[in-house]
T-cell receptor
Framework: KNQVEQSPQSLIILEGKNCTLQ??????????LRWYKQDTGRGPVSLTI?????NTKSNGRYTATLDADTKQSSLHITASQLSDSASYIC????????????FGAGTRLTVKP | NAGVTQTPKFQVLKTGQSMTLQCAQD?????MSWYRQDPGMGLRLIHY???????DQGEVPNGYNVSRSTTEDFPLRLLSAAPSQTSVYFC?????????????FGDGTRLSIL
C-alpha cells in the first residue's frame, strides 16, 4: 500500500476559481512534507516544504497546510490560472532516512477558461 | 544557469541492451538521486548519492548501477534492459546531503524497452 495517498486523482476547475488538493500519509515519524508541481513533459518543481512542526507554508497563490496529528496535508490554490494546469505531487520524508522520500501518485489539475 | 541536465531526452532500446543515462548539475549540490515515474504511481527512488564517491540504494535498485566520481555528474546505467524498465527517469539534486532544502529535477529521459 502506498504510504502517500492523494485525492482526487483528477480535477477540472474554471479559471479564477479556488481549489484544494488532499494528501494523506502513513509515513511516521516524518521529517518533512513537500508539494511539487509537475507540468506535462517536465520534471517536478518544488512549491513548498514543511517540517513536522509547521502548520502552513505559502508560495504566492499556493498555500500548503499540515496536520501531523491526523497525518493530512492540503494544497490550496487561489484564483486559479490556466498555467496552474499540471500534476501536483505530495512527498513525505521519513525521519529515519530523510533521503528516502515517498511520493504520492499526484492530482492532475486542469484549469479551463 | 542550466540546473539539472539529463540526456538523452528519449531512447528506445531492445531487450538485453545496455545504456547509460546521463545527469549533470551545475549548482555544486552534494545530493543527487535517480527516480523512475510510471503511470498511476508516484516517483520511486532508484539510487542516490550524498557526495562524490558515495552512493546508496533506494526503493527499486535492481537492474541499475550508479557511480559518483565528481560532484557534477551522476550517471545511471542499465546493465541488461528489460521491458519492465520502460519508464520516465528523473534525476534530481539538492544542496545538502540531508535536510529540508528543495530538490531540483531535470526534465527526464523517456525510455522504451522493446
Amino acid at each position: 500500500k502506498n504510504q502517500v495517498e492523494q485525492s482526487p486523482q483528477s480535477l477540472i476547475i474554471l479559471e479564477g476559481k479556488n481549489c484544494t488538493l488532499q494528501c494523506n500519509y502513513t509515513v511516521s515519524p516524518f521529517s518533512n512534507l513537500r508539494w511539487y508541481k509537475q507540468d506535462t513533459g517536465r520534471g517536478p518543481v518544488s512549491l513548498t516544504i514543511m517540517t513536522f512542526s509547521e502548520n502552513t507554508k505559502s508560495n504566492g497563490r499556493y498555500t500548503a497546510t499540515l496536520d501531523a496529528d491526523t497525518k493530512q496535508s492540503s494544497l490550496h490554490i487561489t484564483a486559479s490560472q490556466l498555467s496552474d494546469s499540471a500534476s501536483y505531487i505530495c512527498v513525505v520524508s521519513p525521519s529515519y532516512n530523510n533521503n528516502d522520500m515517498r511520493f504520492g501518485a499526484g492530482t492532475r489539475l486542469t484549469v479551463k477558461p | 544557469n542550466a540546473g539539472v541536465t539529463q540526456t538523452p531526452k528519449f531512447q528506445v532500446l531492445k531487450t538485453g541492451q545496455s545504456m547509460t543515462l546521463q545527469c549533470a548539475q551545475d549548482m555544486n549540490h552534494e545530493y543527487m538521486s535517480w527516480y523512475r515515474q510510471d503511470p498511476g504511481m508516484g516517483l520511486r527512488l532508484i539510487h542516490y548519492s550524498v557526495g562524490a564517491g558515495i552512493t546508496d540504494q533506494g526503493e527499486v535498485p535492481n537492474g541499475y548501477n550508479v557511480s559518483r566520481s565528481t560532484t557534477e555528474d551522476f550517471p545511471l546505467r542499465l546493465l541488461s534492459a528489460a521491458p519492465s524498465q520502460t519508464s520516465v527517469y528523473f534525476c534530481a539534486s539538492r544542496e545538502g546531503a540531508t535536510g529540508n532544502q528543495p530538490q531540483h529535477f531535470g526534465d527526464g529521459t523517456r525510455l522504451s524497452i522493446l
